[in-house]
């Protein structure tokens, strides 16, 4: 079993930062991937950005040259940095682990709110 803690989100005025982090523990073999989803009201949850094992990273569209996520492999943690925030970041956060063999895992949901 592997649980994932998170941090940091909160309330931010628009262009603002916040800084995720989302530390894993448990049993764990071999860690793949870690990533950050998000969820806004009466949407799906969509992927924000992820980082495999080997370093390769991933971002949605809309975040990109916005958001950076990062890895520390010693510690199994992940971190999120937001700047230039908008509005529409809005959304509750869900960090994500794959393990190998392959599972998944979801934190608790760290919710972040971007006012105007």
């Known amino acids: 079993q592997v649980q994932l803690v998170e941090s940091g989100g909160g309330l931010v005025q628009a262009g603002g930062s916040l800084r995720l982090s989302c530390a894993a523990s448990?049993?764990?073999?071999?860690?793949?991937?870690m990533g950050w989803y998000r969820q806004a009201p009466g949407k799906q949850r969509e992927l924000v950005a992820a980082a495999s094992s080997g370093g390769i990273t991933n971002y949605a569209d809309s975040v990109k040259g916005r958001f950076t996520i990062s890895k520390d492999n010693a510690k199994n943690t992940v971190y999120l940095q937001m700047n230039s925030l908008k509005p529409e970041d809005t959304a509750v956060y869900y960090c994500?682990?794959?393990?190998?063999?392959?599972?998944?895992?979801w934190g608790q949901g760290t919710q972040v709110t971007v006012s105007s």
């Open positions: 994500n682990c794959v393990v190998i063999p392959y599972r998944e895992y």
């Open positions: 448990g049993s764990i073999l071999r860690l793949s991937r």
